[in-house]
């Protein structure tokens, strides 16, 4: 099956559910990581990630953020945002990142955390202005646009998939699974399909690493969603 960021969030939330998703689904492998971009409206007075976190302590409660839905990727790399530099924004929650890219470039909303698919077209044509991304690292299509990493220390999200199996799947399958999705990965050819639709290529991975980021993905975000009050929909 695929499995992407959105499984580790749901497990962080802890719905009352016989499924556990790291209980119940065997790793394989990571496929495609997606970076998110910190973007507003251009009549934004910030221009800079410390320019707006000054302007949003100068002006707490009054940033309207929207997001493509409560306990999405969008939403809780906004709410991990808020946790580590101390401000206050208020979530505005849309059904789809459409809706919400619409509002904001339109200036109904201030900031949005979108995924660079819908992100980048808008910043590219002069709709919206990127402040940052949100993986650790820079990335191709906005080599420009700093990492809030530079700023906030430590911050990183992103959005991502992979391959999953039934926790009965035998390792020998899932090592044979494990070492043609990762011979994939370096395959020039995917990549380039990958980067058609503003997703990178993932580190390859062992069964046991790719398990372990999953692990990690869901202790950050139950962190996160503590914070922030998030409950299940």
């Not at 998703?21 to 800079?48: C, G, N, Q, W, Y």
């Not at 100068?58 to 991990?80: D, F, R, Y």
């Not at 924004?89 to 909303?109: E, I, N």
């Amino acid at each position: 099956m695929l499995v992407n960021a959105q499984n580790t969030i749901n497990a962080a939330l802890g719905q009352n559910t016989k499924f556990e998703f790291l209980r119940d689904i065997a790793p394989v492998a990571p496929l495609t990581r997606v970076a998110l971009v910190m973007e507003v409206h251009p009549s934004f007075p910030a221009k800079t990630v410390p320019e707006f976190i000054a302007y949003a302590k100068a002006n707490p409660g009054k940033i309207n953020m929207a997001s493509a839905g409560i306990g999405g990727p969008q939403h809780v790399a906004g709410e991990l945002f808020k946790f580590m530099t101390g401000i206050d924004m208020l979530h505005v929650p849309y059904r789809g990142s459409t809706p919400a890219v619409t509002d904001l470039v339109a200036g109904r909303v201030h900031v949005m955390f979108d995924v660079t698919p819908t992100a980048v077209p808008q910043i590219q044509a002069g709709n919206l202005r990127a402040l940052a991304v949100t993986t650790a690292n820079r990335i191709a299509r906005l080599p420009d646009v700093p990492t809030i990493g530079e700023f906030v220390k430590g911050y990183e999200a992103s959005a991502w998939t992979g391959i999953g199996a039934p926790k009965s799947t035998p390792p020998a399958v899932i090592e044979t699974l494990n070492k043609q999705i990762n011979a994939g990965l370096v395959d020039a050819t995917i990549k380039q399909r990958f980067d058609a639709i503003a997703a990178d290529a993932a580190q390859p991975l062992t069964p046991s690493q790719f398990g372990q980021m999953m692990a990690e993905d869901v202790e950050k975000w139950s962190k996160v969603i503590k914070f922030a009050g998030i409950k299940p929909g």
